[in-house]
């Protein structure tokens, strides 16, 4: 399990935090970094959005 916040801040200035859990069996940590992971993770989700 991966776990990771994404800070981000509003238009107004006003921040934001939360946090994710990324479970994967993807194991090697040389070959699947967490933060590609990560990263990845959030390219999925942009995807699946804007397929909406």
């Known amino acids: 399990m991966i ?3 994404v800070h981000t801040t ?3 200035g006003t921040g934001t935090s ?3 859990c990324l479970v ?3 194991l090697d ?3 699947w970094p967490a933060l ?3 990263e990845a993770y959030r390219d ?3 995807v699946e959005m ?3």
């Open 36 to 38: 590609d992971l990560a």
């Open 29 to 31: 940590v040389e070959e």
């Open 3 to 5: 776990e990771y916040t």
């Open 44 to 46: 999925r989700w942009t």
């Open 18 to 20: 939360e946090l994710f």
């Open 10 to 12: 509003g238009p107004d």
């Open 24 to 26: 994967t069996d993807l």
């Open 50 to 52: 804007s397929h909406r």
